[in-house]
């Protein structure tokens, strides 16, 4: 495994981390809790230290798992976890973003994750409008000076994530930006990845295998389970665009290289990039994730 500094924080994370929302039971699977004991196991073995979750993936299931997976070893792991929605079931979110709200939420995640402190608490998916809440961040920050949280971070969202936000990281103490990035959506690249490094800030990479177009299994007739979220997100026409994409991305791929590892190494060569969070629905998928860290393609400037 290779690691790399997030931002200013002085936490070395590794570069390929654990992403949690299929936890939640919105994927099509629900997870025993042996299941997830693996899975973690198996990524503390490969030298993964970076666990994202959320409050909104199944109402604090995500993090319930992850809480029992972790128990006795909580200071091996970089959690980060995200507040601002509360589930409903059929992949449907409540907004909650009021100071009050997320300070409830907070220790709603500390009791799931059975933890004092969370290493990274990001503001998830919100508006321009619903980051700028009166009184949230200076409430936030009162949570880091008692312990709560080390760090603040910001999940921008693919729908409403802007420029606005990432330029006001600073000034609300926030140390590290989320974003959707992988070779299909390449969004980020130009203004929002220059202010991170500009800001020093660290990166996560989500959606690294474009919801797993990326990963090769896939084909434009796949079908998805009604509980899985993917068969709410696209009408066929831009399921289709988007296969067609990824098939002039395969000459790309090096020979004898899964597309998988490809696609996220790829991620991985932007030099705003600190670490990418693919999910993981086994041990053998947690492995195989685990393997990008070791591609030629994974440009070492800013590795540790």
Avoid at 32 to 49: F, P, R
């Amino acid at each position: 495994m290779k690691y790399r500094r997030l931002g200013k924080t002085g936490m070395s994370v590794s570069v390929i981390g654990i992403g949690t929302w299929q936890l939640g039971g919105e994927w099509g699977k629900d997870f025993e809790q042996a299941e997830v004991d693996a899975m973690i196991d198996k990524g503390a073995e490969l030298g993964i230290n970076l666990i994202d979750t959320a409050e909104c993936y199944g109402d604090h299931l995500s993090e319930e798992l992850i809480g029992h997976a972790i128990k006795g070893r909580r200071d091996k792991w970089i959690i980060a976890t995200k507040f601002g929605h509360k589930f409903k079931p059929n992949f449907e979110r409540e907004n909650l973003f009021e100071p009050a709200q997320v300070q409830k939420q907070l220790e709603d995640s500390l009791k799931a994750l059975q933890t004092d402190y969370i290493d990274l608490y990001q503001f998830h998916s919100g508006t321009d409008e619903m980051f700028d809440m009166p009184g949230l961040w200076e409430m936030l920050q009162k949570q880091v000076k008692s312990g709560k949280i080390r760090h603040l971070g910001i999940s921008i969202s693919k729908k409403h994530g802007s420029l606005y936000q990432v330029e006001k990281a600073s000034d609300a103490g926030a140390v590290a930006i989320q974003a959707v990035y992988n070779r299909v959506h390449r969004k980020p690249e130009g203004k929002i990845f220059d202010s991170c490094i500009r800001q020093n800030l660290g990166v996560l990479a989500r959606v690294p295998l474009a919801s797993g177009f990326l990963s090769g299994k896939y084909s434009e007739d796949s079908k998805f389970a009604d509980t899985d979220v993917r068969s709410s997100w696209h009408d066929r026409e831009e399921w289709r665009e988007t296969f067609q994409e990824v098939a002039n991305f395969k000459n790309e791929v090096p020979k004898g290289v899964s597309m998988a590892h490809w696609a996220l190494a790829w991620c991985l060569q932007h030099p705003a990039v600190t670490c990418v969070i693919p999910g993981c629905k086994n041990v053998e998928q947690v492995e195989s994730n685990a393997m990008a860290a070791d591609l030629q393609a994974v440009s070492p400037v800013r590795d540790t």
